[in-house]
């Protein structure tokens, strides 16, 4: 019978709880008793590894960990265990604990891992900004796991481009790309949460960084062809597809009086992205 | 590199600790070195910009897990609110951390933001708007990870007193009912 603890344990025999117990003593500096009760009835989406709990039994590598957390059975040698504070939404904490998980397997985890998965991540954020997809009229859901590498290399990209096609100061091309972009998504940003919008500000700049894509394209293509027309209709092209990318996010965040205030200024910076694109010879 | 390093007065995790420092290091020289070579803003830019965002990345998700046992990023829950998590390891390990690792980590990351404000402060003496902005945009990448850290580190210290506390509590308990059921 238990010496009384007030720890849940699993549902077990003597034997399993006398393990359990010793093992809570020995590592009774991890704290398990903190982290239970921390998620009482947990979802196995929650996988805080906890060392009496089943997580660390697992040298497993990350996708499974994604899953399951809580189920295989206890005897672990207690590698460091990762309470996280607030450890409620357990599906992206996954990828963060999963990544951080059993020690060696994380710390031996290659680097290149976590740039693949950082890499896939702009990709898929990408393609749920930019292309049509179900999700793009939810914008809580589409731009969930926002990031901002996206953003940067699109602005760099676009500033290099532009700097490229200019025969005449091409530094002050690029600052004044670079600075006009970055500024201007801050802007805006700053502009939809005064007008009472409910928009998560990294969320927002990474938004408006993704949207600069089509207009990156653009720029590549009035990079290698300069005929104006051509230079006018592709940036138009490019320009209400950049529009149409951003009008859904924009709009949902603010009410439907306030809409025009909110997408006016992010046309008008897309535009004028636009004109620069289009005299730069 | 794993936790469990031969005691002693060396850097627990050599490679890591070069790495955590080479993208500053090479970020602040090629700025300060550039003017020297280069004509062009534009490479110098491009250059110590990304330098700097590298090094970001490496701090933030290389030498923070490696070196302290930290680690820290934003997620957006289901009600469509941004919440910032933490993440430390338990206390056993973070006690066996390396002390010269993790002086070095907290050390140069403050130092790094430093060096930022003092360019800064001599590209605004000078005027120079265009350098202004490298070394605006280089701080900025610095100061986020000195405050990710930083909160990690307290929101560490703070759950391991609420350890201590409910674990002293939970055994004070424990002990008073066994001590009862045994009279």
Same mark, same amino acid.
């Given at each position: 019978?238990?010496?009384?603890?007030?720890?849940?344990?699993?549902? *077990?025999?003597?034997?399993?709880?006398?393990?359990?117990?010793?093992?809570?003593?020995? *590592?009774?500096?991890?704290?398990?008793? &903190?982290?239970?009760?921390?998620?009482?009835?947990?979802?196995?989406?929650?996988?805080?590894?906890?060392?009496?709990?089943? =997580?660390?039994?697992?040298?497993?590598?990350?996708?499974?960990?994604?899953?399951?957390?809580?189920?295989?059975?206890?005897?672990?040698?207690?590698?460091?265990?990762?309470?996280?504070?607030?450890?409620? %939404?357990?599906?992206?904490?996954?990828?963060?604990?999963?990544?951080?998980?059993?020690?060696?397997?994380?710390?031996?985890?290659?680097?290149? %891992? &976590?740039?693949?998965?950082?890499?896939?991540? #702009?990709? *898929?954020?990408?393609?749920?900004?930019?292309?049509?997809?179900?999700?793009?009229?939810?914008?809580?859901?589409?731009?969930?796991?926002?990031?901002?590498?996206?953003?940067?290399?699109? #602005?760099?990209?676009?500033?290099?481009?532009?700097?490229?096609?200019?025969?005449?100061?091409?530094?002050?091309? =690029?600052?004044?790309?670079?600075?006009?972009?970055?500024?201007?998504?801050?802007?805006?940003?700053?502009?939809?949460?005064?007008?009472?919008?409910?928009?998560?500000?990294?969320?927002?700049?990474? !938004? !408006?960084?993704?949207?600069?894509f089509p207009l990156d394209v653009g720029a590549m293509i009035c990079m290698i062809k300069s005929n104006v027309i051509i230079k006018i209709i592709v940036v138009t092209i490019t320009l209400v597809w950049s529009s149409w990318a951003a009008y859904p996010f924009m709009s949902a965040a603010v009410g439907p009086r306030r809409k025009a205030l909110a997408l006016y200024p992010v046309f008008l910076m897309?535009?004028?992205?636009?004109?620069? #694109? #289009?005299?730069?010879? | 590199?794993?936790?469990?390093?031969?005691?002693?007065?060396?850097?627990? +995790?050599? @490679?890591?600790? /070069?790495?955590?420092? $080479?993208?500053?290091?090479?970020?602040?020289?090629?700025?300060?070195?550039?003017?020297?070579?280069?004509?062009?803003?534009?490479?110098?830019?491009?250059?110590?910009?990304?330098?700097?965002? $590298?090094?970001?990345?490496?701090?933030? +998700?290389?030498?923070?897990?490696?070196?302290?046992?930290?680690?820290?990023?934003?997620?957006? +829950?289901?009600?469509?609110?941004?919440?910032?998590?933490?993440?430390?390891?338990?206390?056993?390990? /973070?006690? @066996?951390?390396?002390?010269?690792?993790?002086? $070095?980590?907290?050390?140069?990351?403050? /130092?790094?933001?430093?060096?930022?404000?003092?360019?800064?402060?001599?590209?605004?003496? @000078?005027?120079?708007?265009?350098?202004?902005?490298?070394?605006?945009?280089?701080?900025? /990448?610095?100061?986020?990870?000195?405050?990710?850290?930083?909160?990690?580190?307290?929101?560490?210290?703070?759950?391991?007193?609420?350890?201590?506390?409910?674990?002293?509590?939970?055994?004070?308990?424990?002990?008073?009912?066994?001590?009862?059921?045994?009279?």
């Amino acid at each position: 019978m238990s010496h009384g603890d007030t720890i849940p344990l699993h549902p *077990s025999s003597q034997s399993d709880i006398d393990e359990i117990e010793s093992l809570i003593n020995a *590592s009774v500096q991890a704290g398990p008793a &903190t982290v239970l009760p921390a998620r009482p009835p947990s979802p196995p989406r929650a996988s805080i590894p906890v060392s009496p709990s089943p =997580f660390i039994a697992s040298n497993l590598p990350p996708p499974p960990a994604y899953q399951k957390a809580a189920t295989a059975p206890p005897p672990p040698p207690a590698p460091p265990v990762l309470p996280v504070s607030d450890a409620q %939404d357990g599906r992206r904490q996954n990828i963060g604990s999963a990544g951080f998980g059993p020690p060696p397997n994380t710390l031996t985890e290659p680097v290149w %891992d &976590t740039v693949k998965r950082d890499l896939s991540r #702009i990709v *898929s954020n990408l393609k749920l900004v930019v292309f049509p997809n179900p999700f793009r009229e939810d914008p809580g859901k589409a731009l969930r796991d926002w990031d901002l590498w996206g953003p940067f290399f699109f #602005i760099i990209f676009l500033g290099l481009t532009l700097s490229w096609s200019a025969s005449v100061k091409k530094s002050e091309v =690029f600052a004044v790309a670079f600075a006009v972009l970055a500024a201007g998504a801050i802007i805006l940003t700053l502009n939809v949460l005064l007008l009472g919008g409910h928009i998560i500000f990294f969320q927002s700049l990474s !938004l !408006l960084g993704y949207c600069l894509f089509p207009l990156d394209v653009g720029a590549m293509i009035c990079m290698i062809k300069s005929n104006v027309i051509i230079k006018i209709i592709v940036v138009t092209i490019t320009l209400v597809w950049s529009s149409w990318a951003a009008y859904p996010f924009m709009s949902a965040a603010v009410g439907p009086r306030r809409k025009a205030l909110a997408l006016y200024p992010v046309f008008l910076m897309y535009i004028s992205v636009g004109f620069l #694109i #289009i005299a730069i010879d | 590199m794993d936790n469990f390093q031969p005691p002693g007065e060396n850097y627990a +995790n050599p @490679r890591t600790c /070069l790495f955590h420092v $080479l993208f500053k290091a090479a970020a602040l020289a090629f700025y300060i070195l550039s003017a020297l070579f280069f004509n062009s803003f534009v490479i110098i830019f491009v250059v110590t910009v990304f330098l700097a965002a $590298l090094d970001f990345w490496v701090v933030k +998700n290389v030498s923070g897990r490696i070196l302290v046992g930290l680690r820290w990023w934003n997620e957006i +829950n289901e009600q469509g609110e941004s919440v910032w998590k933490f993440e430390c390891l338990d206390q056993e390990s /973070l006690s @066996r951390m390396n002390k010269k690792d993790s002086w $070095l980590f907290w050390w140069t990351l403050y /130092l790094t933001a430093v060096a930022w404000i003092v360019l800064g402060i001599f590209s605004l003496i @000078r005027l120079q708007a265009d350098y202004l902005l490298v070394v605006g945009v280089c701080l900025s /990448l610095s100061i986020a990870n000195i405050i990710g850290f930083t909160k990690c580190r307290k929101d560490a210290k703070k759950q391991i007193q609420q350890f201590a506390t409910q674990t002293i509590a939970s055994r004070f308990t424990s002990t008073i009912q066994t001590a009862f059921s045994v009279v």
